[in-house]
């Protein structure tokens, strides 16, 4: 079993790798002997996670057995890339492969928010949710299957979606819409790619714990809105790590077009 979720050596992109998910999955995948790309537009913030990475790996390798030495000789590369321009989604793809060669792997995370009624959302807004969190996985996702089906790498492609794309909340009408179409997107690339060996498959997170959230739960109308989770808790970014793991890997590799919800039962608990 060990072996289906071994990632030693392959090559694998991360958009938004500079907070949040994507920060998180960066050690995971690192953890677990991989190359990374760390791909956003705040190069300062990946050059300071690769060096922390770079130093973890160094650290571990004086206690490593002589299996773990090859995994701890995984590299780490940063490359500055907006997912909304295709022109620096395609430049940060070069880059990487000229450095790590095409990836086996991408993780597509980089996505913003926005917390109005539709009312008060203005086009600058809605153009700028749906621009970076379906253009921009759009852009990304076309870019990586461009590389693979040239090189003929059987890679995967994880699409970072939400449970407001398959179920909605007030407040949130671009978001939830633009997670939506990432859902439908996942599915019809799926069924493109499946003849060229790639797999693309979604993750639907639910409500979890971060550094950004952790004041808004703690308020009155935080706490009303945990109760609405049948778990009555967050998730925190850890329970991810097995989803992410299973997708990443062979163990999924009958796997394509997928949506994977890990949200403590939020999206089957009653209206």
Known sequence: MPELYDLTSRHILITGASSGLGE??????SSRGANLTL??????HLDALARELRTTRQTSRFNATADDLRAHSAQIHVVEMDVCDEESVANGFATSIKSLGVPDV???NAGVAHT???LKTDSSDWQRVVDTN???VWFVAREAALHMTEAKTKGCIINVASILGMRVAGGVSAYATSKAAVIQLTKSLALEWARHGIRVNALAPGYMETELNREFFATDAG???IK???QRRLGNLSELDGPMLLLASDAS???TGSVIVVDGGHLVSSL
């Open 134 to 136: 379906l253009k921009g």
């Open 106 to 108: 991408v993780l597509n």
């Open 39 to 44: 791909a956003a537009r705040r190069v300062d």
């Open 116 to 118: 109005a009624s539709a």
């Open 228 to 230: 609405r989770v049948p």
């Open 253 to 255: 590799s009958f796997m």
């Open 24 to 29: 998180h999955a960066a050690r995971l995948f």
């Open 223 to 225: 706490k009303e809105l």
